[in-house]
């Protein structure tokens, strides 16, 4: 995408007003590549009306309609996973395999809403009372907003707007403004699948854009997927402004190693999710917890490994790792490193002044390793959301438990372990939403649902899966009788 990224409106790229815009970044090289627009008042109330007029014909549409028009956009995103890759590793940086990952994790979100008429099924009871039956019905909510992150510019969107659509609703997807270019080509093909327009529309924007469509009378629900602090912000205005809301926070996910865990499964799974797409994902694990004396053979062993993790331009096929996705980003995550230097932590493996040669200008930061940490100091406390791993020391699974529910965050966590009554009763004490045996980032498949406890989540659905389904719906129960004449009858109806 050239120029400046647009909006995606009524079935066209708009720039709308575009009174403001924004610079968005080539991660491996630190150069501009372009601009998004940003939208004011009337790009947002644009983009609602599209919406609320979409939304009345395609509520209507039937479930064959809506089903074929969504295995159309499969096949579209399959065909075009390739490029689509491309757009994400330009703006956020990521390896190219990483990006086609998402995609594919997104496809599975879409191949779920593919059994829209399955998944709409109501409640049936005949015969509740004589000649009543009773059942219910899930019809959509009109227009729902959703607001991503920008850690995953095609999946998280994926987790949100198929599902809403199928259901029959009208969506307003806001992107991160920092990788806005994916979102735009995805709503082009949905609606080379089939899908009316306006049903899809893309505003780009910034917290303006995200407050607007919390406002807006129109705007029935709204999902979002960001850091905790906005999550609880984008939670609380838009209950109040009498919404349904679920938004999904950050996250500090542990790892915890048994001293019978097969320790190079282990080692190879801590780097994997530790450095996989440079920490920036909200599954990716962050605290290694390593009980009793595991710690001595495991440091060992992902040191080893991380020797010859290869960090790179992400077009670049020997590349495992990328940039981060800012300078402003990157040099949060390091002062989080000078930080833990300072309190005292033990710098295992140090990736701080790392750049590949030829991308010098990029936003480089390569894995970073630190052993003997203390759950009081900073680098355990926040969210990095960085290729900085941490590891924490403790005596027993039992100080394990108590480390990870005293912790703020409860997004994932995994435990590592041959033993598989230990695995469950850390399984059921632990106070997680998502949980891996012998599986470090455990999000779940698109027929479950995703979604954390804790300040990882505020509201009460998870996304995708069954409770997607519930967040995009509202149900009636309806009770029906076609009576012969039977005559006043003031008494309370006891259903003999
Ligand atoms: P972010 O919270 O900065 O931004 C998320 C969205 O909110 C963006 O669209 C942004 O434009 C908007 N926004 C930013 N500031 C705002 C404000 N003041 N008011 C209203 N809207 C605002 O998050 P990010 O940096 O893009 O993404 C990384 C974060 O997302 C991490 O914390 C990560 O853990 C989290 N995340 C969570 C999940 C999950 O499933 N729980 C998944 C992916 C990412």
């Not at 995550?333 to 790392?354: E, F, I, K, P």
């Amino acid at each position: 995408m050239t120029g400046s990224v647009p909006h995606w409106i009524d079935g066209a790229r708009t720039t709308g007003s575009a009174t403001r815009r924004a610079s968005v970044f080539q991660p491996a090289t630190g150069e501009v590549a372009r601009e998004v627009v940003l939208a004011d008042q009337s790009d947002v109330d644009g983009a609602v009306a599209s919406a609320v007029k979409a939304a009345q014909d395609w509520g209507e549409s039937s479930l064959s309609t809506r089903a074929k028009v969504m295995f159309e956009f499969r096949q579209l995103v399959k065909a075009n996973r390739a490029e689509l890759a491309e757009i994400i590793t330009a703006e956020h940086g990521k390896v190219l395999s990483d990006a086609a990952g998402e995609v594919q994790r997104g496809l599975e979100v879409v191949e779920f809403a593919c059994g829209i008429p399955h998944l709409l099924k109501g409640e049936h009871s005949e015969q509740v009372s004589r000649g009543v039956d009773a059942y219910s019905v899930r019809q959509p909510l009109g227009v729902v907003a959703g607001i991503t992150p920008f850690n995953f510019p095609a999946m998280v969107p994926m987790w949100m707007f198929p599902l809403a659509i199928a259901c029959g609703n009208a969506f307003i997807l806001k992107p991160s403004e920092r990788d806005p270019s994916t979102a735009v080509r995805l709503a082009e093909l949905f609606q080379e699948a089939g899908l009316p327009d306006g049903v899809l529309n893309v505003l780009q924007g910034d917290a303006f854009a995200v407050n607007a469509l919390l406002d807006h009378p129109d705007v029935a629900a709204a999902s979002f997927v960001g850091s905790t602090p906005i999550a609880q912000h984008v939670y609380a205005r838009g209950t109040a402004a009498g919404k349904r809301v679920q938004a999904l926070g950050g996250a500090k996910n542990h790892m915890v190693v048994l001293p019978d865990a097969d320790i190079d499964g282990a080692a190879d799974a801590a780097v994997s999710a530790g450095f996989g797409s440079a920490g920036e994902r909200c599954m990716a694990i962050s605290v290694v917890v390593a009980v009793g004396d595991v710690a001595d053979e495991l440091v060992p062993a992902i040191t080893s490994r991380m020797a010859s993790l290869v960090t790179g331009p992400g077009t670049d096929p020997a590349s495992q790792m990328g940039p981060l996705v800012t300078d402003v980003h990157r040099d949060r995550v390091q002062s989080y490193v000078d930080a833990g230097v300072a309190s005292g932590a033990t710098l295992v493996v140090d990736g701080r002044g790392y750049a590949p040669e030829g991308h010098e200008g990029g936003f480089w930061l390569a894995p970073t390793l630190f052993d003997n940490v203390d759950p009081s100091m900073s680098i355990y406390q926040d969210e990095i959301f960085g290729p900085v791993l941490c590891v924490v020391r403790v005596p027993t699974l039992d100080a394990a438990v108590r480390l990870v529910n005293a912790n703020q965050y409860g997004n994932g966590t995994a435990i590592f372990t041959g033993d598989g009554l230990a695995a469950r009763e850390y399984q059921r004490r632990v106070h997680v939403g998502m949980i891996g045996m012998n599986v470090p980032i455990p999000v779940p498949m698109a027929y479950y649902s995703f979604g954390g406890w804790k300040d990882s989540l505020f509201g009460d659905t998870h996304v995708h899966g069954a409770d997607g389904v519930r967040f995009y719906t509202r149900t009636k129960a309806i009770t029906q009788r076609w009576p012969r004449h039977h005559g006043v009858d003031l008494g309370f109806p006891t259903h003999t």
